[in-house]
């Protein structure tokens, strides 16, 4: 986490006026999708809000460093008076940052921005020059507002020369020397103040206009620097290869997903090793989370409704057996074999109907053995032929009869000895 100071923002705002403000951060991703490594694995924090009022913030806003392709989205609005500064920033390190120090960039590209920072560094010298001029305007004479207008533009053109210095990655040094050349004078500002009391200013291209209490304006004078020299081109990024193998041979900047989490290789792993926290090659870049608790248990299902009765009968067979209309579907018949059955051919069902009719079949304790003959037509599952019934005493042949809406199909449910 990095800790934003915002000391300076609230003197700029609490120079002007009372001030009710509010922070608000939102981690966002680039619009360029060529940039991203990969669209699930990232888990955003939640937007970070701080308010100020009477003098403090209801909390130091606390920032996380995010994904290569994202940024943090900030708007800090005075809610008093509308004044607002919105910026998009890279957030790099855990360390506490202040907030005029923090880093622009693209939002479409999610790359640091010349022309975001240089924007920012105008809305900055904007917003203290105007401060100072109305804070300056309270002053007794108007004398002293001459000297308090020139004490401001200094302060302001080294505040503009510190950020250059510290963005010399994006502004170059000769935009900072043109910047300071173009600078507004005091005797100038001065000037308009005699002509009107200043109470706004605004930047209209390169311009900083001043406006009197009237809303004419009374000052215009450039602010902005020439473009400055390209910077030098930046490492490499990683190359993502999806999820981990054990048989691939990976090199220094891969990433991989493994086990939840996402890793990137800093040197060459030797193939095989896994990545872990204490591997030496593999580097966290986005760990699993922890398991979230357990929810609530879920209402209970309502009832369901009773299931079909078999109707179970028990019976003698020898002869010709006509199974149906004799017995219902569906049915258990339990039969004691006294001679040879032959079984008539199974009529037909009705096509809106289907049921299982299950024979069990003994041999008798003496007597016999008996055998059983199926109709020819009768389908056997598995394209199997159908059984034959087993000799020994009190043995039983299990055979299931299904009438499938069209056809009469049969399986064998098993054979059993005693």
């Known amino acids: 986490m990095s800790i934003i100071n915002l000391n300076l923002f609230t003197d700029i705002l609490g120079g002007i006026g009372e001030v009710e403000a509010r922070f608000s951060a939102t981690p966002k991703r680039a619009k360029n999708p060529a940039i991203r490594i990969s669209d699930d694995t990232v888990i955003f924090p939640s937007t970070v809000i701080s308010d100020y009022q009477n003098g403090t913030w209801s909390q130091i806003p606390e920032l996380t460093v995010l994904p290569l392709d994202c940024y943090w989205a900030i708007t800090v609005r005075d809610n008093l008076s509308g004044r607002s500064v919105q910026r998009n920033v890279l957030i790099s390190t855990d360390d506490s940052v202040d ?92 000037e308009a103040a005699r002509s009107g009391m200043l109470v706004s200013g605004a930047v209209s291209g390169n311009d900083l206009v001043l406006y009197n209490l009237d809303g004419d304006e009374v000052f215009r004078g450039n602010v902005r620097g020439i473009q400055g020299i390209q910077g030098p081109v930046g490492p490499a990024g990683l190359t993502w290869r999806g999820n981990w193998s054990s048989s691939i041979d990976y090199i220094n900047n891969n990433a991989v997903y493994y086990d939840g989490s996402s890793w990137f290789a800093s040197g060459d792993p030797t193939i095989g090793e896994i990545p872990a926290e204490a591997s030496a090659h593999w580097v966290p870049l986005a760990i699993r989370g922890p398991v979230g608790i357990q929810g609530p248990t879920g209402n209970t299902g309502i009832q369901g409704l ?29 039969v004691l074999l006294t001679a040879n059955v032959i079984f008539a051919a199974l009529a037909n069902q009705a096509s809106d109907r289907s049921g299982t009719i299950t024979l069990i079949l003994k041999q008798p304790s003496t007597g016999g053995p008996y055998t059983v003959a199926f109709p020819s037509a009768l389908e056997w599952a598995g394209d199997a032929n159908a059984p034959s019934m087993p000799t020994a005493p009190n043995s039983e042949l299990i055979v299931h009869l299904f009438w499938t809406g069209s056809a009469w199909r049969a399986m064998v449910g098993g054979v059993f000895f005693p």
């Open 99 to 190: 907030f005029e120090d923090l880093v622009d960039v693209d939002p479409g590209s999610g790359e640091p921005s010349e022309e975001a920072l240089s924007a920012w560094t105008i809305v900055l010298a904007d917003i203290e020059l105007i401060g100072a001029a109305v804070e300056a305007d309270r002053i007794s004479t108007l004398g002293y507002l001459n000297d308090t207008i020139a004490a401001a533009l200094e302060i302001e053109n080294s505040k503009v020369a510190a950020a250059s210095s510290a963005s010399n990655a994006l502004i170059s040094k000769q935009n900072a020397e043109t910047s300071a050349s173009t600078a507004v004078s005091a005797s100038e500002v001065a």
């Open 306 to 334: 009773p299931g079909d009765l078999t109707t179970s009968v028990s019976t003698s067979w020898g002869g010709t057996i006509t199974i149906l209309p004799s017995y219902t579907l569906p049915s258990t018949i339990r």
